[in-house]
């Protein structure tokens, strides 16, 4: 299969059978810069103009081991039915990750792969707890598929979700949230908790996401939705609004900072 890689984007490859529907790819870059930003829309908005065939080749990236024909088929075998037509590679070049975006009975999925140490069981729990939870006002991805599976002769994770207004998302700026903190520990206080010793020091500790930033909460036409669970877990009550307000600015473009502070 021969892959391609978006101009002014060099993490994003899609394959070039993905044609001008790949320009989904670009909901998973979670950028957490408006300069990334820009660029990401310049990007995608060539892929939709001219399809991927008319893009520069690219080579599958070093993780994970093996070659994707081998990956797909594993993928295939977890979710039957699924198709990739993208992926984004982490910034950290050392990182083992990498999130690709697929259709499935015509419906867009998201895949992650990560080492089995990384999270994602994580996340497919918190996935599954939230759906028979929601959060009041945010919405959350519906879990397809998680576990391990092997390739190149090594054992990496991985979790498949639904993906939400892959078209039509934006990050979420200064959004008040006001319950989000008793909204999440009344759901997910079934994490494993410290136990033993530590938990002397873990008895105030909450339930949290561990990364609510705008580029994992986003507007989209169904309103709030929250991505990337992996490093939920127990921690100071407030870090999640602490961080997430503190973040805003990373994405707000700078003529504007100065109102918004106010």
């Not at 599958?60 to 081998?70: A, L, Q």
């Not at 008895?203 to 991505?227: I, S």
């Not at 009550?237 to 973040?247: C, F, H, T």
């Amino acid at each position: 299969m021969t892959w391609h890689r978006l101009p002014a984007a060099p993490r994003m490859i899609v394959h070039r059978e993905s044609g001008r529907s790949a320009v989904v790819v670009r909901s998973l870059a979670g950028t957490s810069d408006w300069r990334r930003a820009v660029l990401d829309r310049f990007a995608t908005g060539v892929l939709g103009l001219a399809g991927a065939r008319a893009l520069a080749p690219a080579e599958w990236p070093p993780w994970p081991p093996g070659d994707w024909y081998e990956l797909e088929a594993e993928l295939r075998r977890h979710v039957p039915g699924l198709r990739i037509d993208g992926a984004v590679v982490p910034r950290q070049r050392d990182r083992t990750r990498l999130s690709l975006i697929g259709r499935m009975a015509g419906n867009h999925v998201v895949v992650k792969l990560g080492q089995p140490q990384d999270g994602l069981e994580v996340e497919s729990r918190v996935l599954d707890e939230l759906a028979r939870n929601p959060l009041p006002g945010i919405a959350t991805p519906d879990l397809l598929g998680t576990g391990t599976l092997t390739t190149g002769g090594h054992v990496i994770a991985f979790v498949a979700t639904t993906a939400i207004a892959v078209r039509h998302q934006r990050p979420a700026i200064d959004e008040p949230l006001r319950t989000f903190e008793s909204d999440l520990a009344e759901r997910l206080h079934v994490l494993p908790h410290v136990t033993g010793e530590e938990s002397r020091r873990t008895e105030d500790l909450v339930p949290v996401h561990g990364d609510l930033t705008p580029w994992n909460l986003r507007r989209t036409p169904r309103g709030l939705a929250l991505f990337d669970w992996e490093s939920a877990g127990w921690g100071p009550p407030g870090s999640d609004l602490a961080l997430y307000r503190r973040s805003c600015d990373e994405v707000r473009r700078p003529w504007t900072r100065q109102r918004s502070s106010r």
